[in-house]
């Protein structure tokens, strides 16, 4: 009886460490959340006011006519001194109208910066606030269940703070790239270890939503310089990516070659593809093809942006291609190769 109270405990204690865990997530979120609202306090700001815009408008429009009633009352030439006040009048007038037009550019652009900023802050608290009501009810729920449940409440609890731990971690990304902090700690690095490591992290998932995917990997070493960690993040993402969007049945493929100094991973598959009007913004921070909101779970639209700054970080590039909507999608990273590894397989 000892034994089984032992593991009741254990596990509760298990329970409570991942809750511990969620509560620093928690307010991790909660920092980004402030930041974001902070950003829109800012944009808020910025905003050009309609009056006076429309107030320099007006004047413009007032000094027109009367440098038109001017000129139709003028029964004699103007002298010298008549035609310099008439030239600089009108240089006035042109500077004013492009005070005016730069004004209402600004003004368009703010108010534009300052709705995406209400989108991006609603769409990242849903997101964060998403996986808390499972958590919240599997809590209440844990005193009540007989022991041999909290294996699987422990479990649903781990896969929630992943996923918010995984949220959270993409936002801080962004975040740090877009202040220049985003860090890399480089050494020399062989490529088939972390793209075997990717291949196991994402392959259960494959699995279970019933893709098929195929490997293609040349043999042999690939060095490059780079962060293991940061390199792995590059190629779960966008296989990660590549099996929400590709439905059940659908293929995948990981291809590796080299090219003279450079390595080429590609990562296509023949899921939902990207429309022509989203392509050139997909690595955009929060910008998500209208088809593929809500397809197979939800998103911020993030993760594109993130693989980005990190294969750039890396001295390589990252390009997207797509025939169009429900015609797949290929993701194509480069990177660099160590000189003395360039032209080996």
Known sequence: ????????????????????????????????????QKQLSDASSRLVDTQQVEQVIEANQQLVLAMLLAQSDAVTPPHVEEQRLYQELREANAQLVIAALSAQDLQATAELALSQQKSI??????????????ISMIAERMVRLPS??????????????????????????VSRASTGKLRINRCD?????????????CGPVMVAQKQHFDAHLPDGV????????????????????????TPANGRIKLSVTVETDVLRISISDNGIGVTAKALPFIF?????????IGFNGAGLGIGLTVVRELVEAHGGTVTGMSEGDGKGSEFVVTLPL????AGRT
């Open 1 to 36: 009886m000892s034994k089984i109270d032992d593991k009741n405990e254990r596990e509760v204690a298990s329970a409570a460490h991942e809750l511990f865990l969620l509560g620093q997530k928690t307010v991790e979120a909660r920092a980004i959340l402030a930041a974001l």
């Open 121 to 134: 802050l609603a769409m990242v608290a849903h997101e964060l606030r998403n996986p808390l009501t499972p």
């Open 148 to 173: 041999d449940q909290l294996p699987r409440m422990r479990e649903l609890i781990e896969s929630q703070v992943q996923h918010i731990s995984q949220l959270v971690d993409d936002l801080l990304d």
């Open 189 to 201: 690095v062989d490529m088939m270890k972390i793209l075997s490591g990717a291949i196991d992290a």
């Open 222 to 245: 690939l060095m490059v310089s780079g962060d293991p960690g940061r390199l792995a993040q590059i190629l779960q993402n966008l296989l990660a990516n590549a099996a929400k969007y």
């Open 284 to 292: 955009d921070p929060y910008v998500q093809d209208a088809h593929a």
């Open 338 to 341: 160590l000189i003395e590894y």
